[in-house]
């Protein structure tokens, strides 16, 4: 698009003349080093947390379609078990939970429930560039709205799991039905001047609707406007395929309902290292991976 064309040659000059710099500088850090070697399980001692999960079924459900293994973050995972480190970690804190992946070859892994899609959605658009983030942006979505748990979490592969702040990440769901991660990005309309795989948004909005990520999302089988969000955003990305957070402001338009924003703890991606209290660190970014000593 023109507009982001535009914006690209403005910023590019601005690194040329020295005005800005292409990333901020990072403050020094001595984060210990951690990595995938020697993970244990988290011993809960909360007597209310331990009541709490005992009670819900948990399912935490992976989307990989195409079997080379592409991260769009620029890290390179291709060493790395398909679902890892995003797995491993998980484990770490939900050692009873249901895992699932959606994928279109025979992705095999232990302790992974395979859901084989022989014939996935899009076929008809299959040349648009990035088909395979699409599909696997829609199986997310999909796997939720499919899944039995009373809590379905939908992840990325590349991220990882700092601590036991997570399980507040199921409190947040069975209080509000489902969430969706915050992004560092702004309106919709910096995310369509900016980003890959945008489309316009033409509704009344004029684009100032709130953009988000999608790892991790969250649907609680109770709440009823979690799934109308949720089949929407499926209904969109079957219609009009593009980048998934202009699929999701389209879901919540069209449908009226609006899911609970996760603050940045839970997906710290590139540009928010360092903001304290994190939780989950999308690694996937290497900067990010970089600066808190992670080891993938």
Known sequence: MIGTLIWRLKEAA??????????????KQNFPEKSLKGLKPFRISD??????????SIEFIFSEFNE????????????????DPSLSTLKQYFPEAKYTVYSDFDLKIDGVHLKKVDNPVLQDKKDLKRHFYHLADYYKFQGMLE????????????????????????????????????????????????????????????????????????????????????EKCCENMEKEPSRASIVMWKAAWESGVYPYFLPKEFCVCRGN?????????????????????VKL
Do not use: W
């Open 14 to 27: 601005a690194v040329l003349l020295g005005k800005k710099k292409t990333q901020r500088e990072m403050p």
């Open 47 to 56: 007597d209310h947390l331990n009541d709490f999960l005992s009670g819900l």
């Open 68 to 83: 080379n293994r592409v991260n769009a973050g620029g890290a390179d995972l291709s060493h790395q078990l398909r679902l």
């Open 147 to 230: 899944s039995e748990a009373d809590i379905a979490i939908s992840i990325d592969s590349d991220m990882f799991v700092l601590n036991e702040n997570i399980y507040s990440l199921i409190y947040l769901t069975d209080k509000f039905g489902f969430c969706v991660p915050n992004s560092s990005a702004q309106s919709m309309n910096f995310e369509i001047e900016t980003s890959l795989d945008t489309i316009p948004v033409t509704d009344d909005s004029k684009g100032f609707g709130t953009t988000s990520n999608i790892t991790p999302m969250t649907l609680s089988k109770k709440s009823a406007a979690g799934k109308l969000f949720y």
């Open 273 to 293: 290292e360092g903001l304290g209290n994190e939780v989950i660190l999308h690694v996937g970014h290497p900067t990010v991976a970089e600066f808190y000593n």
